[in-house]
């Protein structure tokens, strides 16, 4: 299985980015899996921002982020979306999507099989 992430890039305070995470190769379709994206700053450890789930569309979106961060998924496409409004500088950093083969959320990278490549995000003030 393999991830690809997108649409990060430079942004001013107050703007908007839209991620994707599109899967292709081995096939997970027929099995429930959960997708998740996750940030990591320079210097930081990797911190979780959202998971939904590929068929049940059950999705959970950290406290941290949930007034300011959407997920949501386009089955048809194979692609996770991670809509972000309002950002800050503080949410500079790499962003990368993942893939767990097992129906129920995820909330820790331990928990998931597959990684994207990550996408950076720049939020300037």
């Known amino acids: 299985v393999q991830l690809q992430a997108s649409g990060g890039g430079l942004v001013q305070a107050g703007g908007s980015l839209r991620l994707s995470c599109t899967a292709s190769g081995r096939t997970l379709s027929g099995n429930d899996y959960a997708m998740g994206w996750f940030r990591q700053a320079p210097g930081e450890d990797r911190k979780f921002l959202a998971t939904?789930?590929?068929?049940?569309?059950?999705?959970y979106v950290s406290d941290s982020v949930k007034d300011r961060f959407t997920i949501s998924r386009d089955n048809a496409k194979n692609t996770v979306y991670l809509q972000m409004d309002s950002l800050k500088p503080e949410d500079t950093a790499d962003y990368y999507c993942?893939?767990?083969?097992?129906?129920?959320?995820?909330?820790?990278?331990?928990?998931?099989?597959?990684w994207g490549q990550g996408t950076q995000v720049t939020v300037s003030s």
């Open positions: 993942a893939a767990r083969e097992y129906a129920r959320l995820g909330y820790s990278d331990y928990e998931y099989d597959y």
């Open positions: 939904i789930s590929w068929k049940g569309g059950s999705k």
